[in-house]
């Protein structure tokens, strides 16, 4: 599984997203939870089959960006600092 922690002004600004939960059950799932700090967010996800991809910085980055692109879509108009990525 792949997770991304980051910075959001959009999610600071808008506190009553602060108590949201998205947990998508699609193959492969994606969820976004709210840190403890006004912005903080965290998104992860995208599980792969184990193999020599999987464990690549290569395959971080894309994960990452896929991340990413699936917060986009449910917030298009939120920006998004990533600080931290783990795969």
């Not at 910075?7 to 808008?14: E, L, P």
């Not at 992860?44 to 990413?68: F, N, R, S, Y």
Request: glycine content about 12%; overall charge negative.
């Amino acid at each position: 599984t792949y997770v991304v922690t980051g910075y959001s002004a959009y999610f600071a600004q808008h506190r009553e997203l602060s108590d949201l939960l998205i947990w998508e059950t699609a193959r492969p799932y994606f969820y976004l939870r709210p840190g403890e700090e006004p912005g903080q967010v965290m998104i992860g996800g995208g599980d792969v089959p184990a193999g020599e991809w999987a464990g690549t910085q290569a395959a971080l980055e894309a994960k990452t960006g896929e991340l990413i692109a699936t917060l986009k879509r449910y917030f298009p108009e939120a920006d998004f600092e990533p600080e931290r990525a783990y795969g």
